[in-house]
């Protein structure tokens, strides 16, 4: 079965930036929409990013467009999200997910069959 590991969160200022990593590993990787949510307690998963399987297609979400870059390495089974300009309201823990068709739509988080445990992005003011 397809597994994803997160990895490169941790604590940062404001302004700063931080880089998250999501390693996969099982079945065929290639084919798959990839994206990034995250969750605070008490609230709903957030979709963040995603990315297609050509990398020829990107979408953000609102409050992090133009600071947030989505990427993948399909060779490397990875993929990347570029953390810029964070605030203190970027704080969540960042998931990766992955399925071979997000239905019914990418930015859904029950559209997503796997997911990673997770990783803290902590941004202090």
């Known amino acids: 079965q397809v597994q994803l590991v997160e990895s490169g969160g941790g604590l940062v200022q404001a302004g700063g930036s931080l880089r998250l990593s999501c390693a996969v590993s099982g079945r065929a990787f290639s084919n798959y929409f990839m994206a990034w949510f995250r969750q605070v307690p008490g609230k709903e998963r957030e979709f963040v990013a995603t990315?297609?399987?050509?990398?020829?297609?990107?979408y953000y979400a609102d409050s992090v467009k133009g600071r947030f870059i989505i990427s993948r390495d399909n060779a490397k089974n990875n993929m990347y999200l570029q953390m810029n300009v964070l605030k203190p309201e970027d704080t969540a823990v960042y998931y990766c997910?992955?399925?071979?068709?997000?239905?019914?739509?990418?930015?859904?988080?029950?559209?997503?069959?796997?997911w990673g445990q997770g990783t803290q992005v902590t941004v202090s003011s």
């Open positions: 997910a992955s399925d071979a068709r997000p239905l019914p739509s990418v930015t859904t988080a029950r559209a997503y069959g796997y």
């Open positions: 990315i297609n399987w050509s990398t020829t297609r990107t």
